[in-house]
């Protein structure tokens, strides 16, 4: 299989990108998938550097058994593990990761705009596995994969986003992506979490889960980001949970087949029961294992348009 051409070495966020460039991705990731294991030493000989500067599972992994599956040699970096402990840059960092022989970095961080930062400093891709509370273009491109796989082709559809909008990067590059390709997005929460500002990107904001939830093809539920927010937004998690959270009594204002998505980490029993996490209509362990294709396709695309 030839692998397409790319326009950019990076991969920054969902807003910049073209619907025409996000199915470039979603079809390679498609073909990758299914094409057998043998056959998919597109990246040997290539060096991908992971470098979290926060906690990851899903993420860090997927982005690792993607390279490897693809024959990559990969190093794994951690923000305790790096020199930035004793005081070294996130630029000197990247430059000295370069002069090493990378030929890819995958960079996660707490700054909003670090990729971007990174690339306008270094020659070597920068593929953001998520940056503060900017972006997660990996994420928003596997739930656009997951949810065409189940649900078919997203223009006209429903898609309610239902939680910690405000400081959620999975929300915003979500958001892009679902509306590129055609679907009416809904952001809803509690008011201190999903402001009416949001409108002004060209979102539906609801604070009312039983109009949010009636009639979606789907609902994606995302956990509260503690780590982001410097005060309380919500009286506590009891309080949240009882207004907000998902549950089987509030599962009937959902079509019969509407499928259920949450990135992870779950919270069970905060933002979504496990009766329903764990039900038919729970699509969350399929967006875990397409999250491997899809990065798949971001390597290569990004890793093969550079030419060092």
């Known amino acids: 299989m030839e692998i397409p051409k790319w326009k950019t070495k990076n991969l920054l966020g969902i807003e910049s990108l073209s619907k025409f460039e996000i199915r470039k991705i979603l079809t390679l990731a498609k073909k990758l998938k299914h094409e057998p294991a043998k056959n998919k030493s597109y990246l040997a000989g290539k060096s991908i550097v992971n470098l979290f500067m926060e906690p990851s599972t899903r993420t860090r992994i997927a982005f690792e058994l993607a390279a490897k599956t693809l024959h990559a040699d990969v190093i794994s970096i951690a923000e305790k593990s790096s020199s930035l402990t004793k005081g070294e840059t996130l630029r000197d960092t990247a430059l000295n990761i370069q002069a090493l022989g990378a030929d890819a970095i995958v960079l996660r961080h707490s700054s909003p705009g670090s990729p971007l ?19 997660h273009p990996s994420q928003a491109l596997l739930d656009v994969y997951t949810l065409e796989e189940k649900i078919g082709p997203l223009d006209g559809k429903k898609i309610t986003i239902l939680g910690d909008i405000l400081f959620s990067r999975v929300a915003r590059s979500n958001f892009w992506a679902l509306s590129k390709m055609g679907a009416k997005v809904t952001l809803a929460g509690p008011s201190t979490l999903v402001p009416k500002s949001f409108e002004s990107m060209g979102a539906i904001v609801s604070h009312d889960l039983k109009e949010s939830l009636a009639d979606a093809d789907a609902v994606m539920l995302l956990r509260i980001q503690h780590e982001r927010q410097s005060s309380s937004h919500f ?39 496990s009766e329903l996490a764990d039900s038919g209509n729970s699509v969350i362990l399929d967006q875990v294992t397409n999250g491997v294709a899809v990065r798949m396709a971001i390597l290569c695309l990004c890793t093969l348009s550079y030419n060092k």
């Open 117 to 135: 930062l990174l690339s306008r400093i270094i020659d070597v891709p920068i593929i953001n596995a998520g940056d503060g509370a900017h972006e």
């Open 235 to 273: 009286p506590s998690l009891e309080e949240y949970t009882r207004i907000f959270g998902l549950n089987k009594y509030r599962s009937k204002w959902l079509k019969k087949d509407a499928v259920i998505l949450h990135p992870g980490p779950i919270n069970r029993g905060v933002e979504i029961d």
